[in-house]
């Protein structure tokens, strides 16, 4: 598996891991897109980590940290 780290990868290809995970990027699905992009735009330009954004929106969204002593 190929690295999706910013440094291992172009903008090109930044890209095109975000309209690969997103699927449909033009828009034309129910209006979710457009908003999916514009998280991930920070990606795509070089300046934040996908793991960072995802980690962001799952805290903003309120779900709990897994219970490490479970």
Do not use: H
């Not at 033009?26 to 991930?40: A, F, V």
């Amino acid at each position: 598996m190929k690295s999706i780290l910013i440094a291992d990868t172009t903008r090109e290809e930044r890209e095109q891991i975000v309209a690969d995970s997103i699927g449909n990027i033009d828009g034309l699905c129910d209006g979710c897109s457009p908003g999916l992009i514009k998280m991930y735009q920070d990606y795509i330009d070089g300046r934040k980590e996908l793991r960072d954004i995802n980690m962001e929106f799952r805290y903003t969204r309120g779900a709990a940290e897994p219970d490490l002593n479970d």
